[in-house]
């Protein structure tokens, strides 16, 4: 089937109390491990591209490489995303270029810029038959160049959400309940520490999660910053030659029940990064002589895969469900 939208995928996602996982694209190997993962299990997929990975692959590259992944996998649904829009020529250059969904994260700017910003893209996405996410609070952590301190990341404030999709004509929204981008989601003090002395995060705000779905019945919501940052593939990196202390992400009991709520879209790009990063590390520690990419970016293909189909069949829920 050709590239779909997600509003079928997400009413089904809603009714059904999964997830769909959305995952980061940057490369071959990546969009390769995903959609093998994705289609053995027959789950409906998103791919998303954020503004870095069309920096640095080449726009053309990576939608062309998803158009293949749509060749080699008919029987799944699969989006093509854009991750983090930062204006509307950004959403507009993804919606003419054969995108079927954009985000534009307008999140930083004051409520009533973000909805003018927000309802110019609907009203073009929606005259090409595309959708639109948009973002309302503001997450922790690190996205393209900007990094966002604890101090300066905000909580979603339920009282806006009504009249910000209602002024926008959104398809999907994004909230802010705690998650966080990129591998370091909490400082050590936020944590407390198990028995094995591994960190544990604060859980997630899910009463602001329970009070927007209250607010916005039936309508699709979006957590970012959702990796669980495996500690296997943080001691994989450790133990051969990188240095990634206290890296720690959303347990994933906390993820399945945010997509058992509202939850309709959880996006994933950290998680493949390290795995991918693991692995290579690992194959040069253990064949120091070795050059070749394919023999390299084989098995970190390999482990991406058996990572996303995990995620798919015990996080997100969405195996079968193509
Ligand atoms: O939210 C951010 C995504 O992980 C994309 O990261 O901007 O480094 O491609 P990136
Ligand atoms: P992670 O950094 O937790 O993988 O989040 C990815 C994301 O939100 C992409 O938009
Ligand atoms: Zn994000």
Do not use: W
Request: some cysteine; charged content about 25%.
């Amino acid at each position: 089937m050709p590239l779909v939208t997600t509003t079928e995928m997400f009413k089904k996602a809603y009714n059904g109390g999964y997830a769909v996982g959305a995952f980061n694209v940057n490369n071959m190997e990546i969009v390769q491990g995903i959609t093998e993962a994705a289609r053995e299990v027959k789950a409906p997929l998103i791919l998303q591209v954020s503004k870095g990975a069309r920096n640095y692959a080449n726009p053309t590259y990576l939608t062309k490489l998803v158009e293949a992944a749509v060749i080699e996998c008919p029987e799944i649904p699969i989006a093509l995303h854009l991750d983090h829009g930062d204006s509307f020529e950004t959403c507009k250059s993804c919606i003419d270029g054969g995108f079927t969904s954009v985000m534009i994260d307008a999140s930083s700017k004051p409520f009533a810029e973000n909805i003018e910003i927000t309802k110019k893209v609907v009203e073009y996405a929606h005259d090409h038959g595309v959708v639109v996410e948009a973002e309302l609070g503001s997450l922790a952590g690190v996205e393209d160049e900007v990094n966002v301190s604890a101090e300066d990341s905000s909580y979603t404030r339920p009282e806006e959400v009504e009249e910000f999709v209602s002024k926008t004509g959104c398809d999907s929204l994004a909230i802010a309940i705690g998650t966080s981008h990129g591998a370091y989601k909490f400082k050590p003090e936020q944590c407390t520490r198990n028995a094995e002395g591994i960190l544990v995060p604060p859980p997630l705000r899910f009463d602001i999660l329970e009070e927007v779905s209250k607010r916005l019945p039936g309508f699709p919501i979006v957590l970012h910053g959702s990796s669980s940052v495996p500690q296997e593939y943080v001691a994989m990196i450790n133990q051969n030659g990188g240095n990634m202390p206290d890296a720690v992400g959303v347990p994933a009991e906390q993820l399945r029940k945010a997509a058992s709520l509202a939850v309709c879209k959880i996006n994933i790009d950290s998680d493949l990064r390290l795995a991918l990063t693991g692995t290579v590390r690992k194959f040069f520690a253990d064949h120091p002589e070795k050059f070749d990419p394919r023999e390299y970016l084989k098995p970190a293909r390999a482990n991406i895969k058996e990572l996303v189909k995990d995620k798919l069949i015990n996080v997100l829920g969405c195996d079968g469900k193509a």
